[in-house]
């Protein structure tokens, strides 16, 4: 689909395929506490709605997500990158790539759901522009621990205004 060079690396993203499975699955298991299984993956991806996406690296399979396509937003429900390759623009550029799907007149935001204790995440997130608009009550199954619903908008102003980047 398409590649960028960010600090010497070719970052290839492309359209999830099952052979992807097992470096995806190596990837979730390093990334979560409660990690979700082969079969998770697959009656995920078998749903119509649902898009899985991984980012290659010298063909290798370094971060993957999955989202939702809904009549106006994209959902994503999983996003990880590889240890190895964090903090080098793998996942922001997976994020900026979805986030330039959206449009004004169709699907205007990206949703998705952060755990309370999950601070790197929720840095990361917010740096790309997303904002935490509510907290979800008791809301994983293998825990009761809260999530913080994130949210990122179709921004339709120009290039050249400035941003206010505070708060």
Not at 59 to 85: K, P
Not at 91 to 118: A, I, W
Request: one cysteine or more.
């Amino acid at each position: 689909m398409t590649a960028l060079h960010t600090n010497g690396l070719g970052i290839h993203v492309r359209w999830m395929i099952r052979r992807d499975m097992p470096e995806v699955l190596a990837i979730e298991h390093e990334a979560f506490e409660f990690p979700w299984s082969d079969e998770d993956f697959t009656r995920c991806l078998r749903q119509r709605n649902c898009i899985g996406m991984v980012a290659e690296v010298a063909d290798s399979v370094v971060a993957f997500m999955i989202y939702e396509l809904h009549r106006a937003r994209l959902h994503m429900i999983n996003f990880a990158v590889a240890r190895t390759h964090r903090r080098l623009g793998v996942g922001t550029h997976m994020m900026e790539k979805l986030c330039g799907k959206l449009t004004p007149d169709r699907r205007s935001r990206v949703v998705l759901e952060v755990r309370e204790t999950n601070l790197p995440a929720q840095l990361f997130f917010r740096t790309l522009g997303f904002r935490a608009t509510s907290v979800l009550k008791d809301f994983y199954q293998d825990t009761t621990e809260d999530a913080y619903l994130m949210e990122y908008c179709f921004d339709s102003q120009p290039a050249a205004m400035p941003r206010r980047l505070a708060g």
